[in-house]
Nanobody
């Protein structure tokens, strides 16, 4: 498995989770990394993206609540999710943007 995502689970509204996605050094060094999500019955959407240099972009729906970061020493990208809402419930995927390589999804469920 070239991309492995971890950290999903069940959380109450207002809670937090941190997703992680690890890959090889070669893939990590040459790619911007993105987090996407797909809710039931909806299209997959970009949640956040981080370039090799650390420039970030976010979907409007998560701005101010989610933070994407990357640890170049660990070849890992993170998605810190705070103030979670039920509408954040989805399968979350990481992607190596340049080579269009997807990791397996991790389910995040926000429910009381």
């Amino acid at each position: 498995v070239q991309l492995q995502a971890f950290g999903g689970g069940l959380v109450q509204p207002g809670g937090s989770l941190r997703l992680s996605c690890a890959t090889s050094g070669t893939i990590f060094s040459f790619n911007a990394m993105g987090w996407y999500r797909q809710a039931p019955g909806k299209q997959r959407e970009l949640v956040a993206d981080i370039t090799k240099g650390g420039t970030t972009t976010y979907a409007d729906s998560v701005k101010g609540r989610f933070t994407i970061s990357r640890d170049n020493a660990k070849n890992t990208v993170y998605l810190q999710m705070n103030s979670l809402k039920p509408e954040d419930t989805a399968v979350y995927y990481c992607r190596a943007q340049r080579i269009d390589l997807w990791g397996q999804g991790t389910l995040v469920t926000v429910s009381s």
